[in-house]
């Protein structure tokens, strides 16, 4: 089965010491959260986001198509979740239709569902973002993707961390890009 979500998210950069102090605050805080460490393999595209995941925390996989753009944090995504003793032969599959240009992260995650606020913050690390957070909307009161975004502004102030605006975040995206064609 293909799910599909809207997905709107601000995404942000943490020190080291922000993020450990941050999952603390939150989980002292009680909210539920979840460990979802994973090894994404991110096929080249010129816009929005191919991957596959081996989700090693949920024993899991999943092909992973987000539409749209990246850079704004304004993205349609489509899954496919399936059994994670499956991922091998799913890179197979898609490396023998054409799909050879990837490169493969190792990302560490906690996922909080902030439930009262409505949001899922991913605290995050990876080599090419280092410690950094996504904050996504969970709601279906708002609309508006500019009222959302609004919105995550606030709860990003409210817990203390500071989003990245488009343009820092699309210079970080471009760069990683580079780096990764380099490769």
Same mark, same amino acid.
């Given at each position: 089965m293909v799910k599909k979500n809207r997905e709107i998210e601000l995404r942000g950069l943490l020190k080291k010491r922000q993020y450990f102090s941050l999952v603390k605050k939150l989980e002292g805080l009680g909210y539920t959260h979840e460990k979802d460490d994973k090894l994404s393999y991110?096929?080249?595209r010129e816009t929005g986001i191919f991957?596959? #995941?081996?989700?090693?925390?949920? #024993?899991q996989a999943k092909i992973s198509l987000k539409l749209g753009d990246e850079e704004k944090g304004k993205l349609y995504e489509y899954e496919v979740v399936c059994d994670r003793h499956y991922f091998k032969n +799913?890179?197979?599959?898609?490396k023998i239709l054409g799909f050879t240009k990837f490169h493969i992260v190792?990302?560490? $995650?906690? #996922?909080?569902?902030?439930? #009262? +606020?409505?949001?899922?913050?991913a605290l995050k690390y990876s080599p090419n973002f280092r410690y950094h957070f996504e904050i996504e909307y +969970?709601?279906?009161?708002i609309k508006s993707e500019d009222k959302i975004k609004k919105y995550l502004k606030e709860v990003c102030e $409210?817990?203390?961390?500071?989003?990245?605006?488009?343009?820092? +975040?699309a210079q970080r995206i471009k760069e990683i890009k580079d780096e990764q064609r380099k490769i």
């Open positions: 991110f096929f080249e991957k596959i #995941n081996d989700e090693i925390s949920k #024993n +799913l890179l197979f599959i898609f190792k990302q560490k $995650r906690d #996922n909080f569902y902030l439930k #009262n +606020l409505d949001v899922e913050l +969970l709601g279906k009161g $409210r817990i203390e961390i500071m989003p990245m605006e488009e343009e820092e +975040l």
